[in-house]
């Protein structure tokens, strides 16, 4: 039997909870081939369990570049292909700009920027080869619209989105696809396991940055997006005959995004006339510059 009567392979980082657990389960509740990956792959048993010989672990921390190398070769020999790469793996970092010391802020980049561009890198080979394939960029609201005390979080994923959009043009002539998903609050552990807070707490952003944070740790266990609801529609939109570039996952981050995108109209619109005239004049665009 041919590769392509086979069940796809998926490739997912972070599986051992929130939106990559229920991304893992949804993929193998479809009989598809999964190669589940966490920095600690003791987390990952059940999966194995459950995908009866269809499923893999593999111990994956994505800011080790020796890791992905790695665990990008496994999956090509356990299953000689890779379908659909997730770069799911991610950590947030809470604060105001100040308030984050530089071990932070690296560490929140090599995660959620480096490490998906790492592992991207090193799986394209693989897809470009075969000519078939998608990236799935797990991005965030604050890529939407950014919010005091994301500052970095925020640039981490807004990064992530602007390699994503590039990358997707330079490999759709080669059959492969690109998706950004952008989730609201899901109901995953990410506040209490996976964020990190500011390693100073200054009192003069305690209105805006504090009060975030505030927030979202209220939120915990009460976010109104269902994971298992995220896996089904991520699937889908891979599945799609036309993928989308985007995703916008929840009522929360598409009412957001609505309204980003008429703020900018208006600003645009206001902004036009000064915008647009910094062009040269017709009569001296063919003149040399000094």
Not at 49 to 62: E, H, I, S, Y
Not at 92 to 98: I, S, W, Y
Not at 233 to 262: H, T
Request: hydrophobic share 45%; glycine share 10%.
């Amino acid at each position: 039997m041919s590769d392509s009567h086979l069940p796809p392979v998926w490739f997912i980082t972070g599986c051992s909870s929130g939106l990559g657990r229920a991304l893992a389960l949804h993929v193998l509740g479809r009989g598809h081939r999964l190669v589940a990956t966490a920095r600690n792959p003791d987390t990952l048993y059940d999966l194995v369990a459950q995908g009866a010989g269809q499923c893999r672990a593999l111990t994956l921390d994505v800011t080790q570049p020796d890791h992905v190398t790695s665990a990008i070769a496994s999956a090509v020999a356990a299953f000689g292909r890779i379908d659909v790469v997730v770069n799911n793996a991610g950590c947030g970092l809470a604060g105001a700009l100040e308030e984050l010391d530089e071990d932070q802020i690296q560490r929140c980049f090599e995660t959620n920027f480096f490490g998906a561009m790492r592992l991207t890198r090193a799986a394209l080979p693989i897809l470009r080869a075969q000519r078939r394939g998608h990236f799935v960029m797990i991005s965030a609201a604050a890529a939407i619209a950014n919010y005091p005390g994301f500052s970095i979080y925020g640039a981490a994923k807004w990064a992530l989105e602007g390699m994503a959009e590039a990358l997707a043009a330079e490999v759709r002539p080669l059959g492969l696809g690109v998706t950004i998903v952008q989730p609201g609050p899901f109901r995953t552990a990410f506040v209490s396991r996976s964020l990190e807070r500011g390693s100073e707490r200054l009192p003069d952003y305690d209105g805006t940055s504090g009060r975030f944070l505030r927030l979202i740790e209220s939120m915990e266990g009460r976010q109104p997006g269902d994971p298992a609801k995220a896996a089904e529609a991520i699937v889908a939109a891979v599945e799609a005959e036309q993928p989308p570039l985007r995703l916008v996952l929840g009522k929360y981050a598409n009412d957001k995004a609505r309204r980003k995108l008429a703020a900018m109209a208006r600003e645009l619109d206001t902004w036009a006339a000064p915008g647009i005239a910094t062009d040269f004049s017709a009569a001296s665009a063919g003149r040399t510059q000094p």
